[in-house]
């Protein structure tokens, strides 16, 4: 399982930007994607999770409301479009998708800084 993140970057609170995650999965059956991140000095934080069909969203209650993860089966590929952000939003984002019922395993993205300045 190989996920690719992109569309981090620099921006102004109040402003939106989109991330976008590149799936590729080879002989394992993934059950769910999600988005993580991780600001300094803290432990990595799950912010929105999806179903692998795309459906049943759920967001972390920090986020809700302004954050909206979508996953595209054809282009094999989770998205996350923030709009609203906010200073505290500033962290090291991270795709990662899940596998397995009783163990679940997760695989992750190399990560990608999403800065918003006030």
């Known amino acids: 399982v190989q996920l690719v993140e992109s569309g981090g970057g620099l921006v102004q609170a109040g402003a939106s930007l989109r991330l976008s995650c590149l799936v590729s999965?080879?002989?394992?059956?993934?059950?769910?994607m999600a988005w993580y991140r991780q600001a300094p000095g803290y432990e990595r934080e799950m912010v929105a999770a999806i179903t692998a069909d795309g459906r049943t969203p759920v967001y972390d209650e920090s986020v809700r409301g302004r954050f909206t993860i979508s996953r595209d089966t054809a282009k094999n590929t989770v998205d996350l479009q923030m709009t609203n952000v906010k200073s505290g939003d500033t962290a090291v984002y991270y795709c990662n998708a899940k596998s397995g019922f009783q163990t679940v395993v997760n695989y992750w993205g190399q990560g990608i800084q999403v800065t918003v300045s006030s």
């Open positions: 999965v080879t002989n394992v059956n993934i059950r769910a």
